[in-house]
């Protein structure tokens, strides 16, 4: 069976743009959580969604939203980028709601912000 | 508040030592789950373990065990004869609901060196 997938799996943006990055889960798994990791702050938890409904969200501001396709594939979009928000984004997916079950993470999208 | 404290930054020890990572945890929620990943150089957390609140079964897996105790909130994981490729990042996380949905909380994560 295929891992996660994430693309692209670097990003180089300017302050102000914006980035949408993807997530293939694996097959057969209906959740897909987004999660952020920065050397201060650790990993935290952005989103999860589940069968194309967001079930979940972090503390995080309005400029980060993703949504789900039918297919369960997932994308996160960070609008007006912010320095700070140059970080590694790893998605997850499980067979079922995401906080319950065991995820597998893909090797994430590192983007960095100028 | 419900967090997760991994006090160990970081550990070196010499190949075939054993080491425990320590996890503490704090959740108000009577029914939550623990996790275990591990983070390589190369980046991918790996799923390790999930444990839930009613399960205090102690876990072995190879070289690798769980120790689960509710009474001091701590899910310590104890990898036995360390070798060079168990040199990783490892993290405890904890999920719980508080009247939502289910999400998870991660540890700092400790550093975990093995010299050869």
């Known amino acids: 069976k295929a891992g996660v997938t994430q693309t692209p799996r670097y990003l180089i943006k300017t302050r102000g743009q914006q980035v949408t990055l993807s997530c293939s889960p694996i097959s057969g798994h209906r959740s897909v959580s987004w999660y952020q990791q920065t050397p201060g702050q650790g990993l935290q938890f952005l989103f999860e969604?589940?069968?194309?409904?967001?079930?979940n969200k972090g503390n995080f501001p309005g400029r980060f939203s993703g949504r789900q396709f039918s297919n369960s594939r997932s994308e996160m979009n960070v609008s007006t980028l912010e320095l700070g928000d140059s970080a590694l984004y790893l998605c997850a997916s499980s067979s079922g709601p995401g906080g319950t079950y065991e995820q597998y993470f893909g090797p994430g999208t590192r983007l960095t912000v100028t | 508040a419900q967090k997760v404290t991994q006090a160990q930054t970081e550990i070196s020890v010499v190949e075939k030592e054993d080491v425990t990572l320590d996890c503490v945890y704090e959740?108000?929620?009577?029914?939550?789950?623990l996790f275990w990943y591990k983070q390589p150089p190369s980046g991918e957390l790996v799923f390790l373990i999930r444990?839930?609140?009613?399960?205090?079964q102690n876990e072995i897996s190879g070289r690798y065990s769980w120790n689960f105790q509710k009474s001091t909130s701590s899910f310590n994981f104890t990898i036995t004869a360390s070798q060079v490729v168990d040199s990783a990042v490892y993290f405890c996380?904890?999920?719980?609901?508080?009247?939502?949905?289910?999400?998870?909380?991660f540890g700092k994560g400790t550093l975990l060196t093995v010299n050869p």
């Open positions: 996380a904890l999920s719980f609901s508080g009247g939502s949905n289910y999400k998870l909380t």
């Open positions: 444990r839930n609140s009613f399960d205090e």
């Open positions: 969604y589940f069968s194309e409904t967001q079930r």
């Open positions: 959740t108000r929620d009577t029914t939550y789950y």
